[in-house]
């Protein structure tokens, strides 16, 4: 059995994606550059073929995955699994802390002038944020982050890859200092807008904020077709 085989086994029994060492670990003789050049005669291979299907990249790994434009046939059967779409909110408020991370619940609340709490544990739920540290300072508010479940669903090879529009007025702007935080706090970052502050956000502005704070990663799930 030759080094392409033996790649080519792994990854299409694997449900996840396996880094190059991973991979490696599948025989002794192995070592890491063997793996790189049978990942890319693989690659190639199908691409000439025209297979229906690819090694793709993401979450610092390799997969095998079916071409996004098959997506339309297999959503015909039930026994293929389906991801459940995100809710508005819930894109938006993943939009800020993927680009923004790590970020406390109170930041988030502040940029999106809602309360997310409930948002963030349907985001930690669904596997794609988690706790990744707690904030210096009174009450060591939690801080989120996005996960590697993130990058597979999203199609994302790293966070590096993810899109950089020219302007993201809500999820890049100079962050604000907002004070403690606590676990149990219902805070609402409404009372914390000042009139006339410049995170104060009404009617057809928040919208349009928070649309251009979600478009990123939304555009990206469309195109990846791991739409969650």
Same mark, same amino acid.
């Given at each position: 059995?030759n #080094?392409? %085989?033996?790649?080519?086994?792994v990854?299409?029994? /694997?449900?996840?994606?396996?880094?190059?060492?991973?991979?490696?670990?599948?025989?002794?003789?192995?070592?890491?550059?063997?793996?790189?050049?049978?990942? %890319? &005669?693989?690659?190639a291979? +199908?691409?000439?073929?025209?297979? /229906?299907? %690819?090694i793709?990249? !993401?979450?610092?790994? +390799? %997969?095998?995955?079916t071409?996004?434009?098959?997506?339309?046939y297999l959503?015909r059967?039930?026994?293929?699994?389906?991801? /459940?779409r995100?809710?508005g909110?819930?894109?938006?408020?993943?939009?800020i802390?993927?680009?923004?991370?790590?970020?406390g619940?109170?930041?988030?609340? +502040?940029?999106?002038g809602?309360?997310?709490?409930?948002?963030?544990?349907?985001?930690?739920?669904?596997?794609?944020?988690?706790?990744?540290?707690?904030?210096?300072g009174?009450?060591?508010?939690?801080?989120?982050?996005?996960?590697? &479940?993130? !990058?597979e669903?999203?199609?994302?090879?790293?966070?590096?890859d993810l899109?950089?529009?020219?302007?993201?007025?809500?999820?890049?702007?100079?962050? #604000?200092? !907002?004070?403690?935080? /606590?676990?149990?706090d219902?805070?609402?970052?409404?009372?914390?807008?000042?009139?006339?502050?410049?995170?104060?956000?009404?009617?057809?502005?928040?919208?349009?904020e928070?649309? #251009?704070?979600a478009?990123?990663?939304?555009?990206?799930s469309?195109?990846?077709?791991?739409?969650?």
């Amino acid at each position: 059995m030759n #080094v392409h %085989q033996i790649v080519e086994a792994v990854l299409f029994a /694997s449900d996840a994606p396996l880094t190059v060492d991973e991979i490696a670990r599948a025989d002794e003789t192995l070592d890491e550059d063997q793996v790189e050049e049978a990942l %890319q &005669f693989l690659r190639a291979e +199908y691409d000439d073929a025209a297979r /229906s299907f %690819q090694i793709h990249e !993401l979450a610092e790994g +390799y %997969q095998i995955l079916t071409r996004p434009e098959y997506a339309p046939y297999l959503e015909r059967f039930d026994n293929v699994p389906r991801a /459940s779409r995100l809710s508005g909110p819930a894109l938006e408020t993943l939009a800020i802390i993927a680009y923004r991370q790590p970020i406390g619940r109170l930041e988030v609340e +502040y940029i999106r002038g809602v309360s997310a709490a409930g948002v963030i544990r349907t985001l930690q739920d669904r596997r794609l944020i988690d706790v990744v540290g707690r904030a210096e300072g009174l009450g060591r508010p939690l801080l989120y982050g996005t996960t590697t &479940f993130f !990058l597979e669903h999203f199609g994302f090879g790293s966070l590096e890859d993810l899109p950089r529009p020219e302007e993201l007025p809500v999820v890049l702007r100079d962050r #604000v200092p !907002l004070g403690p935080e /606590s676990d149990d706090d219902q805070i609402v970052a409404s009372e914390l807008i000042e009139p006339g502050d410049a995170g104060e956000r009404t009617g057809a502005s928040e919208e349009a904020e928070e649309a #251009v704070a979600a478009e990123p990663i939304a555009e990206a799930s469309e195109e990846s077709g791991l739409e969650e």
